[in-house]
């Protein structure tokens, strides 16, 4: 069992930056597969970025690829999301997942999920 709790959301303008955190408690951070989704209003749930339980590779959706990036700190038993050159488009909420010495990437089976934190990016 994991916890997840994300952090970081707000309000930017367009072309701004946003750092997205995911908090993990429980089972050995290492061990998971961790990613990030996002669900705007209306839409279905998309895979944004996700990094194996290993640290390598890692896979980014083909709106953000370029844009984003993934990283962990085993350490800090955390997950950021860098993300860059924000666009209206990229509003949404975002979630962390884990998966259990999962690849990472979007078709991972994704067992744990946190709360979620919004992201606003305005024109």
């Known amino acids: 069992q994991v916890q997840l709790v994300e952090s970081g959301g707000g309000l930017v303008q367009a072309g701004g930056s946003l750092r997205l955190s995911c908090a993990a408690s429980g089972r050995t951070f290492s061990t998971y597969a961790m990613g990030w989704f996002r669900q705007a209003p209306g839409k279905e749930r998309e895979f944004v970025a996700g990094i194996s339980w290993n640290g390598r590779p890692t896979y980014y959706g083909n709106s953000v690829a370029g844009r984003f990036t993934i990283s962990s700190d085993n350490a800090k038993n955390t997950m950021y999301l860098q993300m860059n050159s924000l666009k209206p488009e990229d509003t949404a909420l975002y979630y962390c997942?884990?998966?259990?010495w999962g690849s990472g990437s979007g078709g991972s089976n994704w067992d744990y999920w946190g709360q979620g934190t919004q992201v606003t990016v305005s024109s």
């Open positions: 997942a884990a998966d259990l």
